[in-house]
């Protein structure tokens, strides 16, 4: 089939090159210049396991293509996909400007029928609204004879195996009324569908509620664990032995129980929020959402406690080794990251920061390029030179197992902060190191 996606950020670059992979023919439309640009050049902009591999064989290979011209990108597919950005608004709710915008484009230049897909995540009712903003933009054009549909097609890949988790999606949710336009989301995700059913259909309200519901209840699950560990710590018991005892019975599972030093990322934090903003429009209070956000822009400071407790409060001239700053492993996603909170306030009480990650050096230059409380490090090694303390804020695999003699013999004195408790407090104690985790 011929697909054009527009957005091209991590959904959207992923889903296409997926959609490619298994033989559609996908133009990526994306209103950067530079991204398409170097796109063309086979550069692939952002970090996701697999990702540069599938852009570049499948761009080779003539089944994927990109361009900043829309109205060939509305010519060329009979699907079209909205994949742009829904970030925060300011008062919390999701900014609809991008999605809106691309269907008027859509409808600007749409010379038959089409099916247009939204996959960002956007709140209940938004295909309505894009159904109204293209209807209202073909009766400007006269063109009120042309016919589409509007499908809610929710995304539940996560960073850092985005790829795999397209190629093997857990579902499918299609979210139509019109028996058409559920026909050609079947023949496109048939490649996807095979080993047993995974497409759930169901109307659009309930679809795009069921990506809230499903990020919600994640950071749920994350807020939940770090309340524990508070409590943990103060009761003396250790969060990971509560998690072990947790995760045994089945109805509740080991998957997404870590404390931790607080969610990140593009989706949890402006999910929660927007669908709270969404509760209030409708003057139903969510007590509990709010009570999830509240808890884990705690967590977010939790570190950063620590450290200052530690220190009495004297972080002026000192120097702090931090290893991650992607929001979470696999990633060079730092948008929310902890790490952003926890350097921010370590510059703000006079430290400094040697950072290292193994993928968002790029990306921490481009945010922070400017601050001169910062140096990036090429190596996990050269973060800890001469520095007060390491702190651990990201569970990426090579840094699970350190050399902690190396570690000693870097750092100014033995003490480690980690956000992740990556390590058994009582085998770094017998190494003479100061560590602090949390919940233990
Ligand atoms: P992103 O910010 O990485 O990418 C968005 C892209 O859209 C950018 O490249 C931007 O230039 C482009 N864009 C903006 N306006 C445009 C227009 N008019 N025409 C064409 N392109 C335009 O965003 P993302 O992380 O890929 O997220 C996209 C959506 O998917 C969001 O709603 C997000 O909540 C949702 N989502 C994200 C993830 C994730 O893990 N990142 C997972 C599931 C769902």
Not at 151 to 167: I, Q, R, T, Y
Not at 344 to 373: F, H, K, S
Request: aromatic content about 8%; charged content about 25%; hydrophobic content about 40%.
């Amino acid at each position: 089939m011929k697909v054009t996606v527009f957005g091209i950020g991590y959904v959207g670059l992923v889903q296409s090159a997926v959609l490619a992979e298994v033989g559609h023919d996908v133009l990526c439309v994306d209103i950067d210049e530079e991204k398409i640009e170097r796109l063309s050049q086979g550069h692939v902009p952002l970090y996701e396991p697999g990702l540069e591999t599938l852009v570049r064989e499948n761009h080779a290979a003539g089944r994927l293509h990109f361009t900043t011209d829309a109205a060939e990108g509305v010519r060329r597919g009979e699907v079209q996909f909205i994949a742009v950005g829904t970030p925060a608004d300011e008062d919390g709710s999701a900014d609809l400007r991008y999605v809106l915008a691309v269907a008027e484009t859509i409808a600007e230049h749409m010379e038959r029928h089409q099916v247009i897909v939204d996959k960002s995540t956007v709140p209940v009712g938004t295909a309505d609204r894009v159904a109204a903003r293209v209807a209202e933009v073909l009766a400007r054009r006269g063109r009120e004879e042309l016919t589409f549909a509007v499908v809610s097609n929710p995304e539940f890949l996560k960073e850092g195996s985005a790829v795999a988790d397209c190629m093997r999606p857990d579902r499918i949710v299609i979210g139509t009324t019109s028996r058409d336009a559920e026909e050609v989301m079947r023949e496109l995700y048939a490649p996807f569908n095979r080993n047993h059913e995974k497409i759930i259909v169901m109307d659009p309200h309930s679809a795009e509620l069921t990506k809230y519901a499903a990020n919600c209840m994640l950071a749920t699950k994350i807020s939940f664990m770090n309340e524990m560990a508070s409590l943990a710590e103060m009761l003396g018991a250790d969060i990971e032995m509560v998690r072990r005892g947790i995760g045994s019975d089945p109805r509740i599972g080991y998957d997404f129980i870590y404390a931790g030093a607080g969610y990140g990322g593009s989706c949890f934090p402006k999910d929660v929020q927007a669908l709270i903003r969404t509760a209030e429009n409708i003057d139903f209070d969510a007590k509990l959402l709010r009570a999830v956000a509240q808890r884990n822009k705690e967590q977010k400071t939790s570190l950063y406690k620590k450290i200052s407790h530690h220190f009495e409060g004297d972080l002026q001239g000192r120097t702090f080794a931090l290893w991650g700053l992607s929001f979470k492993p696999r990633t060079d996603d730092m948008r929310e990251a902890p790490s952003r909170t926890l350097m921010e306030a370590l510059w703000n009480a006079g430290a400094r920061v040697q950072a290292y990650d193994p993928e968002a050096m790029e990306e921490a230059q481009r945010l922070y390029g400017n601050r001169t409380e910062l140096t990036l490090c090429g190596t996990k090694e050269a973060a800890l030179k001469d520095a007060d303390a390491l702190v651990i804020v990201t569970d990426w695999q090579a840094f699970k197992a350190p050399d902690f003699e190396f570690i000693r013999q870097q750092l100014r004195q033995p003490l480690i902060f980690d956000g992740r408790n990556l390590f058994e407090p009582g085998r770094l104690q017998k190494k003479g190191i100061t560590y602090y985790s949390i919940g233990r």
